[in-house]
């Protein structure tokens, strides 16, 4: 064989494979396009029954979604009407609180006013009865001890020496040295 004759002949051969293989290539491709489109038809056919059967799902979920946007809602509003509820009550309690300060403030100082008038009128009742004692003794004669002037005092719990001696004094309406008619 020619050299040439040998090249030309390897050139049809390997033309020959080369066209046997894209052939080959071909078909496998129009097979997995046809595989392809098989698939795909069954991907849109699940999808379609996806769909019809997801359809009342999703109506209820958009359901379910609006009824717990309107109970947020409410249960928002009850709270906002709580909060100011409490906030009402609190302002009220300061406030009562602070008339009931105002009023304890007031009776405390209506209490120092009524002690200090009890004390000025026990002091002007005790010197009106140490002044009618020594009255009595002066007109009854027993002028020998003086009466013992406003703030001082002969001992704590004593009478004033004539009153020990002869018992106590004439009563209340008496004349100072008579006899009641009773006596």
């Known amino acids: 064989m020619e050299p040439n004759g040998f090249l030309i002949t390897a050139e049809a051969v390997s033309t020959i494979v080369l066209t046997l293989a894209l052939l080959a290539v071909l078909v496998v491709l129009v097979l997995l396009l046809l595989q392809a489109r098989r698939v795909a ?3 849109g056919e ?3 029954h996806l769909e019809a059967e997801a359809g ?3 109506d209820r979920a958009r ?6 946007d309107f ?3 409410a249960v928002r509003t009850d709270i906002q009407k709580v909060s100011d509820s409490v906030s009402r009550l ?7 609180s602070n008339q009931m300060e105002e009023r304890i403030q007031d009776f405390n100082a209506l209490v120092e006013v009524l002690q200090d008038e009890a004390e000025g009128i026990a002091l002007d009742a005790a010197a009106a009865v140490r002044g009618v004692r020594a009255g009595s003794r002066t007109l009854s004669g027993d002028g020998e001890t003086a009466a013992p002037r406003l703030g001082e005092e002969e001992g704590p719990g004593s009478l004033p020496a004539a009153e020990a001696e002869d018992g106590p004094g004439p009563e209340a309406g008496e004349v100072p040295g008579k006899t009641s ?3």
Not at 90 to 96: C, E, P
Request: charged letters at 15%; a neutral charge; zero cysteines.
């Open 46 to 48: 699940m999808a379609r």
């Open 63 to 68: 359901s379910v979604a609006e009824n717990v």
């Open 56 to 58: 009342p799902v999703m």
């Open 181 to 183: 008619p009773g006596a």
């Open 41 to 43: 038809s069954s991907l």
């Open 90 to 96: 609190n302002d009220r309690l300061v406030q009562a």
């Open 71 to 73: 109970i947020a809602t």
